[in-house]
T-cell receptor, first 114, second 112 residues
Framework: SQTIHQWPATLVQPVGSPLSLECTVEGTSNPNLYWYRQAAGRGLQLLFYSVGIGQISSEVPQNLSASRPQDRQFILSSKKLLLSDSGFYLC?????????????FGDGTRLSIL | AQSVTQLDSQVPVFEEAPVELRCNYSSSVSVYLFWYVQYPNQGLQLLLK??????LVKGINGFEAEFNKSQTSFHLRKPSVHISDTAEYFCAVTDSWGKLQFGAGTQVVVTP
């Protein structure tokens, strides 16, 4: 069966520090991968998605970037964090190639910026 | 463009009472609809999905939803809730590119 792992579960970082969040998927090949942010009391905002290695689409201009160095690895990064980057970050995957495929989510990373 | 409206931001309900969470969508293409549940400090878990066929869809944990094309709705129901159903529920629709558009969420609070 397929599984998705995100780490770390929680992270406290000072303003201006770098960020790297990692997500890996097991049990499937060539998945679509997604990064979402969920701010307190708000819905989910899609940040990035990827349909293949090295292919990244950005949904909103921001202080973050994403990379997909391997088929089942998706990384969210920042060179210098801002206070507004605080939130709950969720990685998700879906089977590639179809609009009718549900997304499956990891357990999330709670990021607090001080 | 696709969009999703969840009409209630919070729904209080007593244990063993029924609950209905309302979801309306707009879409210019054929729709695929989903309900997700999020427990505190966890990711989203798929409750059920409508892809085609029967308009009444049954999901996990005793939830069901009915797709109504004429009313562009996909309301979620459970006949008898438990304390453990306290969570946030998200309705979502796929857009023409296959990306999910989420509603703002409905917080369900179950009290004894």
């Amino acid at each position: 069966s397929q599984t998705i792992h995100q780490w770390p579960a929680t992270l406290v970082q000072p303003v201006g520090s770098p960020l790297s969040l990692e997500c890996t998927v097991e049990g499937t090949s060539n998945p679509n991968l997604y990064w979402y942010r969920q701010a307190a009391g708000r819905g989910l905002q899609l940040l990035f998605y990827s349909v293949g290695i090295g292919q990244i689409s950005s949904e909103v201009p921001q202080n973050l970037s994403a990379s997909r160095p391997q088929d089942r690895q998706f990384i969210l990064s920042s060179k210098k964090l801002l206070l507004s980057d605080s939130g709950f970050y969720l990685c998700a995957w879906s089977v590639g190639g179809g609009r009718n495929q549900p997304q499956h989510f990891g357990d999330g990373t709670r990021l607090s910026i001080l | 463009a696709q969009s999703v409206t969840q009409l209630d931001s919070q729904v209080p309900v007593f244990e063993e009472a029924p609950v209905e969470l309302r979801c309306n969508y707009s879409s210019s293409v054929s729709v695929y609809l989903f309900w997700y549940v999020q427990y505190p400090n966890q990711g989203l878990q798929l409750l059920l999905k409508y892809l085609s066929g029967s308009t009444l869809v049954k999901g996990i944990n005793g939830f069901e939803a009915e797709f109504n094309k004429s009313q562009t709705s996909f309301h979620l129901r459970k006949p008898s809730v438990h304390i453990s159903d306290t969570a946030e529920y998200f309705c979502a629709v796929t857009d023409s590119w296959g990306k999910l558009q989420f509603g703002a969420g409905t917080q369900v609070v179950v009290t004894p």
